[in-house]
Structures are given as structure tokens and as C-alpha cells.
């Protein structure tokens, strides 16, 4: 995070996040399962989640400690998919270091993420709630019919606009309303606000995923360069830009391999159209937080609710104008 981010979140957040517990202990004492996620998965990271997280229940204000359990457990959710994935992927780098499968095995690495959801499954019933158990059951859930059904992309080839954002809803998107909806669930709020909550994560995790496909063509983006077009995944700009070239997308329809017939002729336009998405659903954000601002202007002073809304709308900003 930029010193500028970081300036917009609360010094209470920042503390929390920097004390993010994310050990898994076990009674079985499985500490090479532990010490293999730490130095794998669970290193580094923007802990974007946790924060939006915090964000929520200082925005619902709840105790912040109230919510540490729903801060760790999405965070550790996103490292078993990350971990699933490397798999699936046949992944070599994660974060500058040799991803989870090389430092183990294929076998170890998909144990070990199944060791991390088992976790937090139980973590989650020792809160005594069951709609947090469900929830997070739910994202559980759309993150592996996400992961299948773009697999099965890569050897159908069928692409279309709804299937790429069926797959960022619910790979991305999921993930990013168990942030918005859990500490809604924790403060009691009605169903109808629970329902903006999760609106709000919704079009906030599309936005990101079409964002972070922008990524991937910016000449000085901190990502590996054209990654999915190498790893022969079809994202939103790459499907725009076939769209563009349609003797291309036939060939591609075809079986041929992307890669040598790909060319930055009307990237740009492919590029322009998919940021556009993109802020329509972080402007949908921006309307949603305002109906909650109304919503519970009610019961809590609305001059407070816009004040604690600010960090919100600065990451929706940031996000907006992000270029790495």
C-alpha cells in the first residue's frame, strides 16, 4: 500500500491489521503444515481483505476486536485458493518466492489448503453463529464452481462477457462481500442492509477482477507481464481485444495458440472498454454506501456514517485510478 492509502485508514485498523494473527494451530501439532502456508500462501500480501473487513465494522460500528475472527478467516480462505490454484495452475512463483507446490509437492500443497479451510471452519463455529458458517460455506463453495467453470473455458474456448463476470463473481466477488456482510451479520443489522452489504462486496470484487486484468497489459505494472494470455486463459481485455479482431477469435475458436497471434493493435480500445466496466460497478458502490448512510442515519448521526464512509470511498478512488 502507498503512503497516501495508508494515510486514509484509521491508526485503530492499521494496528489490527499489523497484529493479524494467522498461525493455524492444531492439536495434532501439525507445525510443518503451519511453517509451509507461512512462508508460502500466508506471506506478505496486501491484506486488502482483513482491511475492508475492519473498514465494515468501524463503518456498522462494531468493536473492532469483534470481527478479528471474520478478518483472519477471509484472509485464510484467499490462501487456500491461492494454494489450490498453484496446483491447478502448475505454478512456479508466487510473490517472488517459489510457490507452495514447488516448496512441497502438488499433494502437500492441496492438503495444506484443505488444512486452512478445516480451520477456519471451526473457528467460525466456536463464534456460535451459524449464518457466519453458512456464509463462509457459501464462498467457499462459488470460489470452486468459479475455479471450474474457468478451467473449463480454457478447453472450451467458449467465452462470452457473462461467463467471464459469472467467474468474477464468484472467485473474486465472494470473497470481497464476506468482508461487507459478516460484520453486517455481527451487528445485527436487517436483511435488507445485509443485502446492500453484499451488493456492495459484489460489485466491488467485479470492479477489482477487471481492474487486475487491465494489469496485465501495463507496461509498468508490477505484474508478470500478459500472465493469463501465457497461461492460455482467455481475461476481460483479452476478450475484448478478440472481439476487436475477429479473424483472430476465429482462429482461436480453431485451437490455435494465442500467444503468437496476439498484437497490441487496438489494445487500448480493449483496455478503455473494460476500465469503463469497471467504474460502473464502483459507482454502484459509491450509490450503495450512500443508501447506507441513509439507511442508518436513523439510529446513528449522519455526519459520523459519512466521516467513517471516507476510507470506503477512498479505496473505491484508489482503485479507480490504480495503474500497478
Given at each position: 500500500?502507498?503512503?497516501?492509502?495508508?494515510?486514509?485508514?484509521?491508526?485503530?485498523?492499521?494496528?489490527?491489521?499489523?497484529?493479524?494473527?494467522?498461525?493455524?494451530?492444531?492439536?495434532?501439532?501439525?507445525?510443518?503444515?503451519?511453517?509451509?502456508?507461512?512462508?508460502?500462501?500466508?506471506?506478505?500480501?496486501?491484506?486488502?481483505?482483513?482491511?475492508?473487513?475492519?473498514?465494515?465494522?468501524?463503518?456498522?460500528?462494531?468493536?473492532?476486536?469483534?470481527?478479528?475472527?471474520?478478518?483472519?478467516?477471509?484472509?485464510?480462505?484467499?490462501?487456500?485458493?491461492?494454494?489450490?490454484?498453484?496446483?491447478?495452475?502448475?505454478?512456479?512463483?508466487?510473490?517472488?518466492?517459489?510457490?507452495?507446490?514447488?516448496?512441497?509437492?502438488?499433494?502437500?500443497?492441496?492438503?495444506?489448503?484443505?488444512?486452512?479451510?478445516?480451520?477456519?471452519?471451526?473457528?467460525?463455529?466456536?463464534?456460535?453463529?451459524?449464518?457466519?458458517?453458512?456464509?463462509?460455506?457459501?464462498?467457499?463453495?462459488?470460489?470452486?464452481?468459479?475455479?471450474?467453470?474457468?478451467?473449463?473455458?480454457?478447453?472450451?474456448?467458449?467465452?462470452?462477457?457473462?461467463?467471464?463476470?459469472?467467474?468474477?463473481?464468484?472467485?473474486?466477488?465472494?470473497?470481497?462481500?464476506?468482508?461487507?456482510?459478516?460484520?453486517?451479520?455481527?451487528?445485527?443489522?436487517?436483511?435488507?442492509?445485509?443485502?446492500?452489504?453484499?451488493q456492495f462486496g459484489q460489485n466491488l470484487g467485479v470492479a477489482f477482477q477487471l481492474?487486475?486484468?487491465?494489469?496485465?497489459?501495463?507496461?509498468?505494472?508490477?505484474?508478470?507481464?500478459?500472465?493469463?494470455?501465457?497461461?492460455?486463459?482467455?481475461?476481460?481485455?483479452?476478450?475484448?481485444?478478440?472481439?476487436?479482431?475477429?479473424?483472430?477469435?476465429?482462429?482461436?475458436?480453431?485451437?490455435?495458440?494465442?500467444?503468437?497471434?496476439?498484437?497490441?493493435?487496438?489494445?487500448?480500445?480493449?483496455?478503455?472498454?473494460?476500465?469503463?466496466?469497471?467504474?460502473?460497478?464502483?459507482?454502484?458502490?459509491?450509490?450503495?454506501?450512500?443508501?447506507?448512510?441513509?439507511?442508518?442515519?436513523?439510529?446513528?448521526?449522519?455526519?459520523?456514517?459519512?466521516?467513517?464512509?471516507?476510507?470506503?470511498?477512498?479505496?473505491?478512488?484508489?482503485?479507480?485510478?490504480?495503474?500497478?
Amino acid at each position: 500500500m502507498n503512503i497516501e492509502f495508508i494515510k486514509q485508514i484509521p491508526p485503530s485498523i492499521l494496528s489490527r491489521l499489523k497484529a493479524i494473527d494467522l498461525d493455524v494451530p492444531s492439536v495434532h501439532a501439525h507445525k510443518a503444515i503451519n511453517e509451509l502456508l507461512q512462508r508460502s500462501v500466508l506471506l506478505g500480501g496486501k491484506r486488502l481483505r482483513p482491511l475492508l473487513t475492519y473498514l465494515f465494522a468501524d463503518f456498522y460500528d462494531l468493536p473492532l476486536e469483534k470481527v478479528d475472527i471474520c478478518a483472519k478467516s477471509i484472509e485464510m480462505v484467499h490462501a487456500a485458493s491461492l494454494a489450490h490454484d498453484d496446483v491447478i495452475d502448475e505454478a512456479t512463483i508466487r510473490r517472488g518466492t517459489p510457490s507452495i507446490n514447488i516448496q512441497a509437492s502438488n499433494k502437500k500443497a492441496v492438503l495444506a489448503g484443505d488444512y486452512l479451510l478445516a480451520a477456519v471452519i471451526g473457528d467460525l463455529c466456536r463464534v456460535g453463529d451459524l449464518r457466519l458458517v453458512e456464509e463462509m460455506a457459501q464462498v467457499i463453495e462459488l470460489l470452486s464452481a468459479g475455479e471450474w467453470l474457468q478451467s473449463d473455458l480454457v478447453l472450451s474456448r467458449a467465452y462470452s462477457e457473462e461467463n467471464l463476470n459469472e467467474i468474477a463473481l464468484k472467485k473474486t466477488a465472494s470473497v470481497m462481500s464476506w468482508c461487507a456482510v459478516s460484520p453486517a451479520l455481527m451487528k445485527g443489522l436487517s436483511k435488507e442492509l445485509v443485502e446492500y452489504s453484499r451488493q456492495f462486496g459484489q460489485n466491488l470484487g467485479v470492479a477489482f477482477q477487471l481492474l487486475d486484468d487491465t494489469l496485465d497489459f501495463s507496461g509498468d505494472g508490477r505484474k508478470d507481464g500478459l500472465l493469463d494470455l501465457k497461461n492460455g486463459q482467455i481475461n476481460a481485455v483479452l476478450f475484448e481485444w478478440l472481439k476487436l479482431h475477429p479473424e483472430i477469435k476465429k482462429k482461436f475458436h480453431e485451437g490455435e495458440d494465442i500467444v503468437p497471434l496476439f498484437n497490441e493493435e487496438g489494445l487500448e480500445k480493449a483496455l478503455s472498454i473494460v476500465q469503463e466496466r469497471a467504474k460502473v460497478h464502483l459507482n454502484k458502490c459509491r450509490e450503495i454506501l450512500e443508501i447506507l448512510i441513509s439507511e442508518l442515519g436513523g439510529t446513528v448521526d449522519p455526519a459520523i456514517l459519512e466521516k467513517k464512509s471516507r476510507p470506503l470511498q477512498f479505496i473505491l478512488k484508489y482503485l479507480e485510478n490504480r495503474r500497478y
